[in-house]
């Protein structure tokens, strides 16, 4: 094999890595860790911040980011951005009831608080892709919803380039 065809193969598997959306999930989840991690220990080491203050402002920063990451880069999503972002909320509320249930039901184990966290932590990734990719980013058109639709002499258009073009014979 000469040297220009395994960097060619290498530049595949990357290219195929970077275009798989569990690949950029997977990224962005682990930015949005260190986004959280980083401006709790910012506000709270350095700038003197109570812990619960500090951590909660991390943790929006960190949800702002995430959300608007994920959304534009890891699932490409062109559905509205309050539909997702209600489902995006919707799915936060259920990931923390689920946290909280996991790490207590594994508190009283041998795993202990701390396994019922990467218990949750495994779990939430998990689930959090499949229901992103299918659900809270997905197209209208990809959950078979009806999208915005434009009536036109009693006839219904899906595609507002239609409704501008039927002016004419309103």
Known sequence: MTAGRARGTGRGLVHRIYHHSAARYLFIGGLSFLVDFGILA????????????????????????????QRAFSFSSGASHGRTLAKYVALLAFNTVATVLIVAALD???????GGK?????ATTVWNYFAYRYWVFA???????????????????????HTSARKDEI
Not at 108 to 114: I, M, Q, R
Not at 118 to 122: E, I, N
Request: hydrophobic residues 55%.
């Open 139 to 161: 197209d209208a058109t990809e959950q078979g919803e009806q999208g915005d639709a434009h009536v036109v002499l009693g006839q219904v258009v899906d595609d507002p380039a």
């Open 118 to 122: 990467v218990a949750s932590t495994l």
């Open 42 to 69: 910012l506000l709270h080491s350095v700038f003197g911040v109570p812990v619960w203050l500090a951590t909660a402002i991390a943790f929006l920063a960190s949800f702002a980011f995430n959300y608007s990451l």
């Open 108 to 114: 009283a184990s041998v795993l202990g608080w701390g």
